[in-house]
């Protein structure tokens, strides 16, 4: 039975809201190229209003509605939304899978990680009750200190399609747990699962205006989002050139941004390690979410003494990969999100073509499916280092793939990128992983694995890949604003300046 598309509008003042201009876009199924529904378009009269409510959700009741109520009393809501999320798993891990394109396996996964998101938030937001006025120690007897932890204030908080209720999760959880009240704008690409969780705020009771949600296009709703001088901080995740648009919109008012940005991140493969393990997670690290990953490691940098060998598995095991409709059972790699996308990947597959590169395997539709957005699983050899394939992130299912001789041969070439985002290093030998990865220039560094993340530890990047830290405790940081008080307790006066004669 096919999937039912909810009928949304707007979510703003926890209340659903018609676009102001009254525009919708169309729901796109990447699997099918069918139109399966419509969201809501909102625009800057519409961000104008959800900001204005974001700002009296954090003054309203003097801020002890939200604001300034107590960590516990947030956790509260946070734990309701991941209970909530829980009961609706099956339902929305498959509205997800038909909007993004990814197989159902991967987004039930992701689904659990959402909830999972909010509870350790939630936890995190009461830890942060036991921090209050946290004193510093003071070399001096006269004055004592202590820090407060505050909302950083009204957050616009701007997340991908690859992974849209996830990505929304990991920036959501902590800002409320921060106490702030924020205004979300998923991508146009795939929204469903955002305007969901409207419904789930709606049901667990959150204070109007603390979380809205507005879909649309990201000049129509994300821009004006981004420089409105009542938003107080941007968090954004999506490609490195809107991150500097968003960065130069913040700019003039010295407004706080947080990206998480693009990537062409390296695996590097030495040769001790046990290949098939090593294939199967360079094959992980690159068709995941059907190869849509800032982090993917994209780079298949492996040593020549082992490359012959290592080749032959990966080719093997690329053609053992199910590529289908994102519903089927066993699915390993869906269509990509859009038109769009489908026909960017082409032209770099295309281009690596005419530079003199080699596609060993894929490279074009499946010859089994006549329609949706899908592309095989592409391996791309002979490549050079000054090749758009090698240089630029082309977020698909792409692989490009090159020898070393040498360890450092290795890492000049894991380095040799405006990027910085991941990096995975595989081999047997513990010492040189230690080394290689305080080496590598990324923000992630994974051992003898690829793309695991997890909730506890931070994530982010270097270089053209943005900072800022999301997840963790590092990600609660990003929406807390650092007050140090201090109090001078003695009962001497001060004494710096002489005295004047009392009349």
């Given at each position: 039975m096919a999937t039912q598309i909810p009928n949304r509008q707007l979510f703003i003042d926890g209340e659903w809201r018609e676009p102001a201009l009254k525009k919708r876009i169309p729901i796109i199924n990447p699997a099918t190229e069918e139109t399966i529904g419509d969201i809501p378009a909102a625009t800057a009269e519409d961000v104008e209003i959800a900001v204005e409510a974001a700002r009296k959700a954090l003054a309203r009741n003097k801020g002890r509605d939200w604001s300034s109520a107590s960590g516990a009393v947030r956790a509260k809501y946070l734990r309701a939304i991941a209970s909530k999320i829980k009961e609706r798993k099956s339902e929305l891990a498959k509205l997800e899978a038909v909007d993004s394109g990814k197989p159902l396996d991967e987004t039930t996964s992701d689904i659990d990680e959402v909830a999972g998101c909010f509870e350790y938030y939630a936890g995190l937001a009461e830890s942060l009750d036991a921090k209050e006025k946290a004193p510093?120690?003071?070399?001096?007897?006269?004055?004592?200190?202590h820090v407060l932890q505050e909302p950083i204030g009204v957050v616009g908080l701007i997340t991908a399609w690859n992974y849209p209720l996830l990505m929304a999760a990991w920036k959501v959880a902590p800002a409320l747990a921060a106490?702030?009240?924020?205004?979300?704008?998923?991508?146009?690409?795939?929204?469903?699962?955002?305007?969901?969780?409207?419904?789930?705020?709606?049901?667990?009771?959150?204070?109007?205006?603390?979380?809205?949600?507005?879909?649309?296009?990201?000049?129509?709703?994300?821009a004006p989002l981004a420089s409105h001088p009542h938003v107080d901080k941007v968090a954004f995740t999506g490609s490195t050139i809107t991150g500097s648009k968003i960065m130069a919109a913040a700019a003039p008012l010295v407004k706080p941004v947080s990206l998480e940005l693009g990537g062409k991140s390296p695996i590097v493969v030495f040769e001790d390690v046990d290949i098939e393990k090593a294939v199967e997670w360079t094959c992980f690290g690159i068709f995941l979410t059907n190869g849509q990953i800032c982090s993917a490691t994209s780079r298949l940098i492996v040593h020549e003494r082992i490359a012959a060998e290592f080749m032959d598995r990966l080719l093997k095991w690329c053609k053992n990969i199910k590529v289908s409709d994102p519903m089927d059972e066993g699915c390993r790699l869906g269509p990509v999100v859009s038109r769009g996308q489908y026909e960017k990947i082409l032209k770099f597959i295309s281009t690596a073509k005419s530079e003199g590169a080699k596609v060993a395997f894929g490279g074009g539709r499946p010859e089994h499916l006549k329609k949706g957005f899908f592309i095989e699983p592409t391996i791309i050899t002979d490549v050079t280092a000054s090749m758009q394939i090698w240089r630029e992130e082309v977020f698909g299912p792409v692989l490009c793939v090159k020898t070393f001789g040498s360890e450092e041969e290795a890492l000049e070439l894991a380095n040799d990128t405006y990027y910085g985002l991941g990096a995975a290093v595989m081999s047997k030998d513990s010492e040189r992983c230690e080394r290689f990865s305080k080496a590598l220039q990324a923000g992630i560094v994974w051992i003898n694995c690829s793309q695991p993340s997890f909730i506890q530890a931070p994530w982010g990047g270097i270089k053209r890949s943005g900072f800022g830290r999301e997840l963790g405790e590092w990600g609660l940081h990003l929406y807390l604003s650092v007050k140090q008080v201090t109090q001078y307790v003695s009962d001497q006066p001060w004494g710096w300046f002489k005295s004047p004669s009392k009349p």
């Open positions: 510093i120690s003071l070399p001096a007897e006269n004055f004592k200190s106490g702030c009240a924020a205004i979300l704008k998923p991508s146009e690409l795939a929204s469903i699962t955002c305007l969901e969780l409207a419904e789930v705020c709606i049901k667990v009771g959150l204070p109007p205006g603390v979380l809205n949600i507005l879909t649309g296009l990201g000049q129509e709703a994300g």
